[in-house]
């Protein structure tokens, strides 16, 4: 059965620590993996990873996909209060009429 | 205005209502896509719309009817729907089937 399993699936942290979020994948046929954050309203896109070993960077995050251990990481430098949020991770797979793939998330907390 | 705007932000209904959810997107996008978000529960995409036809319908019930007119507008016809249909409705766009998403502000559904 595909999946998608993310963890931890919460954390809690201080501001001006790094996190690093993980996300598993089992899926048919793999094409892409997203990452969105998703405050108190809807998700909003941070990385679309498909090839393995390229980091994708933005800012303070940063995302690397391993498509052999079946895998991705996203990484939060010096996290901030407004980096509290959950974080989603989601598989484009191309092997069934399941296109789209989510995980729970993983929920953050950054205490000042 | 721009991005993805859905209305109403909040609905209550009781479960001999007809209320219809509605998705507009001014971002010049092909696809667009209706997802169910409860506690608890990874979001559950319902339909997807590539160029107005339907390329995805995830065993939702027939309570729920898609309607895409055209390529900025989607509708989420509701008829005789249950406690348990109470939930985030979110709406997304992206520029091609499957890929980086944007997400409206999502409706509020509670069915009495």
């Known amino acids: 059965e595909d999946k998608v399993v993310q963890s931890p699936l919460s954390l809690v942290v201080h501001e001006g620590d790094t996190v690093t979020l993980n996300c598993s994948y089992e899926?048919?046929?793999?094409?892409?993996l997203l990452w969105y954050k998703q405050e108190k309203k809807a998700p909003t896109f941070l990385f679309m990873l498909?090839?393995s070993g390229i980091e994708k960077k933005s800012g303070r995050l940063s995302s690397i996909l391993d498509k052999k251990e079946l895998f991705s990481i996203l990484n939060i430098t010096a996290t901030q209060t407004g980096d509290s949020a959950i974080y989603l991770c989601?598989?484009?797979?191309?092997?069934?009429?399941?296109?789209?793939?989510w995980g729970l998330g993983t929920s953050l907390a950054v205490n000042p | 205005e721009t991005g993805v705007t859905q209305t109403p932000r909040h609905l209550v209904m009781g479960m001999t209502n007809k209320k219809s959810l509605k998705c507009e997107q001014h971002?010049?996008?092909?696809?667009m896509y209706w997802y169910k978000q409860s506690a608890k529960k990874p979001l559950e995409l319902m339909f997807v719309y590539s160029l107005e036809e339907r390329v995805e319908n995830n065993s939702v019930p027939s309570r729920f009817s898609p309607e895409c007119p055209n390529s900025s507008h989607l509708f989420l016809h509701l008829h005789t729907l249950q406690p348990e249909d109470s939930a985030l409705y979110l709406c997304a766009s992206s520029q091609e089937a499957y890929n980086e998403q944007f997400f409206g502000p999502g409706t509020r559904l509670t069915v009495l």
């Open positions: 989601v598989i484009h797979n191309a092997g069934n009429n399941r296109k789209l793939i």
């Open positions: 971002l010049g996008h092909n696809a």
């Open positions: 899926v048919t046929n793999f094409r892409s």
């Open positions: 498909t090839s």
